[in-house]
């Protein structure tokens, strides 16, 4: 699978469209930065993306208190534990490392936050045996919270194989329907 480097876009379309729907301006403006975030962050070659959203009435303190590095061995699986870095742990720049099991493969990544705003989105990169590039973001939509949850994953081409694509991506699918399932027994 390769990532394309090349986007084509009509930009008078595009700014009327979006002058014209702020409810739109924001959803592409958030694809946008994704998507530019994600193709500097990934090499070209074997990658896998994964996004997925949900809107819930759980309170935005309670989903966020699962988004960091202390609860992700709780609802994803292929990280058994972490251990960190850094003396600080829930900003920019704090690392940790982080161990796990996909597919047959022992891995282990050295994981740092590159984007943490409070109740509104954390960002790390993993580098290791596999590259992961993870955001989750959260909004409120009336009386609900909006998450949405992108993973970028680059496999090296020697690890990469239909088996390992298949084992990662039934992981993120779990790991996100344990997600919602954990947000919501804490609500």
């Excluded at 924001?26 to 694809?31: F, G, Q, Y």
């Excluded at 990280?79 to 099991?101: F, M, N, Q, S, V």
């Excluded at 090296?156 to 399932?181: C, Q, T």
Aim: charged share 25%; with cysteine; glycine share 4%.
């Amino acid at each position: 699978m390769k990532v394309s480097k090349t986007v084509s876009i009509d930009i008078d379309l595009l700014q009327r469209t979006l002058q014209s729907n702020e409810k739109f301006s924001e959803i592409v403006s958030l694809a946008l930065e994704n998507y530019l975030f994600f193709q500097r962050e990934t090499e070209e070659g074997n990658t896998i993306y994964f996004t997925r959203n949900f809107k819930t009435k759980i309170p935005v303190h309670i989903i966020w208190s699962l988004i960091n590095f202390e609860n992700i061995s709780k609802w994803v699986k292929m990280i058994d534990k972490i251990e960190y870095l850094t003396d600080y742990k829930k900003r920019k720049g704090a690392k940790c490392k982080l161990y796990g099991k996909v597919g047959d493969i022992e891995r282990t990544s050295i994981a740092e936050i590159i984007e943490y705003r409070k109740n509104e989105r954390f960002v790390y990169r993993a580098q290791g045996d596999f590259t992961i590039v993870s955001s989750v973001a959260i909004r409120s939509v009336g009386n609900k919270n909006e998450i949405n949850f992108i993973a970028v994953i680059g496999l090296s081409k020697e690890l990469a194989s239909k088996e390992l694509y298949h084992d990662i991506y039934s992981n993120l699918n779990s790991a996100f329907g344990l997600f919602e399932k954990v947000a919501s027994t804490l609500s």
